[in-house]
């Protein structure tokens, strides 16, 4: 029984937990926050319920993996609604569209918004999609995306197939230049672009591959867990604690020991230090190098390569009195100019003039995350 500390309980380390655990590992948690979930917070004022993180759960199956490793059924743990349409465009010129999972439906839905215009081009991308996604399926979603380099194993690059998947990757090709390559009408690639904005990249400064995305999520679908995002982390934590992970809220970690380029164990705010076989952090990777670890690790990762911090929103938890009968659960209201409002984000590194907003209306859903008739926005 090897230990291992985890270094914050969010949905990362969370995960980690319940995963090391099941595997046969002595795990810890230690939590600076006095609640666990981390970004999956939430804000319950006047009979208002937020979520004041994530909202959009896509890919069920990565949570149905960790509970099936510990023998346990996600069903049994998480009540999950299937959301489709999966969101409302809104766009500048007035014009809405609704994105639905079903592709020959969606097709028929771009031909009618497009004015009777016959397109394949809606298919033909999900097709294209399909195949990046199950390049990145193979080659990389279980493990860390940095590049090419890191995509290339030893044995995987012998595998029959290999090159035709590099090729077919569109590497060089931006997301912005693939869509473009499928869909003419601007309002319809700056709604397919923001497949990568869950990502939290530009989509034309982020590799094709990440098309993917669109197919990953009119495959799986979107969901919402019923009582929130929130039930997550606490679906979660409920597993760690039948697992006998130790949960250590209020508790910040300051440094990881290391000697002789070994972890030793963790030292926390005050002085105390743990021996621990083996550490996960949950925090920041920039922060852990430069806060946690220090010295020449620190410095050697710096060198690598340039990281910078992700980029910031702004998030208004409005409690209304009513509700507005045009929203879905999901909706998205469209900058007037892509190519302005990502020049503004992630070339100058400013708020942008006419943003994107994106705005959930969980009551469509659950009517209980506001007093009667009204709604948690
Ligand atoms: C407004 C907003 C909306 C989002 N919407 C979505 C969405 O719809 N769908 C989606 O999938 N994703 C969404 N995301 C992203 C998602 O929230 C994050 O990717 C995810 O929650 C990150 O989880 P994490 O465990 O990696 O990190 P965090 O949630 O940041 O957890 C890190 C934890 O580590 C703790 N910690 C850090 N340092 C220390 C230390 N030294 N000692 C002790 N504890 C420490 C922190 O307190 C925290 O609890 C959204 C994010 C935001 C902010």
Redesign the pocket.
Known sequence: MKSVGI???????LASACVLAARGYRVTI????EW?????AVLREKGYRFD???????MPSVLERIFAEAGHRLADELDLVRLDPQWRSFFEDGSSLDLVADVDRMSSAMDIFLKGVRSKAYREFMRRAARLHRISERHFFWRPVGGLRDMVQLGSAWRPGFLQDVKAMSAGKTVSRVVREHFSDRRVAQMIDHFTQ?VGSAPDASPAVLCGIGHMQTKEGVWYPRGGTRSIPQALTKLAELLGVEIRCN????KIIISRGRVKGLTLRGGRSIELDAVVS???SV?TYWQ?IGGETARAFAKRRQYEPACS?V?LYLGLNKRYDHLLHHNFVFSRDPEEEFTAIYRKGEPAPDPTCYVCSPSITEPGVAPAGGDAL
């Open positions: 270094i914050g309980g969010g949905l990362g380390g230690f939590e600076r926050n666990l979930g981390g970004k999956a004041m993180g994530p909202t959009i759960l896509l869950y508790t910040s970690v300051e949950n925090s920041d922060r946690l929103g998030v």
